[in-house]
């Protein structure tokens, strides 16, 4: 027996490695010191310009989106997907990122699958200034079923001690502003599809009115990156929150101090159509789907009266539209979601 016999082409696996270090070499910068190769990427630190630097790190997936991408062939906006959760997790706590790392697991490898999602992580990641500096592919078809396979990135980003956002200095009286999603990112995709394909009977290639693109298209949406306002506003603002899964009241949570309380209008924040398709064809509470999905707020802003205008500004200067939608007033840490639709 040979490693090929049991299942593991080692020279694909090679061929495919090659590949990705050219299409990595995109995203590189000045401070990667070697190209991707030997036992790690190399980025240099020095000069950054930080009084007192702290690194800020992050790993995620992207979930059973991946089972959508393969109903419908169409894989590059995964690359997209994972570099921006990323990214957009870090700069919430005010860091700019450095540099980013790649995990493709798979049962076996398909270099054209690859090299695509691999080419939009490259595309993401140049227009942040975030090189790709190494990762790993994986071939193991007794782990996952044919056709199978998954995706992680992590990322390290940098922010000066005294600059961190972490939410503590959010009080009473400041205001909550609302970035728009455009439908699911990266989060609920379990129960979407269920509702959509296993409960509803509708295919990847259905169009819903008032949807004029196929079901499989609007699903594929790659996540926002909203590390472009965040840059601009991260010096005045007192706190961000990345909405992900668990939607507004999970993530807003987190960042909130022992003695505030969040109150967020819902009938300010449009809800993309997506939303309410899933939730006609699942039968879904809109409790529910308030709990799991981001229902049109991606980003959660929280911001002193004295900044509110300026924040705004800068928001819309970096060509997002932002939605007052709500305020922190003193009680028990929790947030409170005012005008959730029957």
Known sequence: MDYRE?????????KIAKNIAKIARKSHNHRVVKELGGFGGFFSIKGLGYNSPVLVSSADGIGTKLLIARKAGVYRNLGLDIVHHCINDIACCGAKPLFFLDYFASSVLNAETVETIVGGMADALKEADCPLVGGETAEMPDLYSP???????FIVGVVDRESIIDGSAIKPGDSVIILPSNGLHTNGFTLARKALFDKAGLSITSIIPPLNNTLGEELLKPHISYLNPILKISRLVNGLAH???GGLKDNISRILPDNCRAIIDLSVIPIPPIFDIIQKAGSIEMSEMYKVFNMGAGLAIVVGSDKKEEVLELIKDSGFEPMEAG???SGEREVILEGIPS
Do not use: E, H, Q
């Open 327 to 329: 305020y922190i007033t």
């Open 147 to 153: 056709g199978d396979f998954d995706i992680a990135g």
């Open 6 to 14: 049991a299942g593991v082409d080692v020279s694909v696996g090679n």
């Open 243 to 245: 909405i992900t899964g």
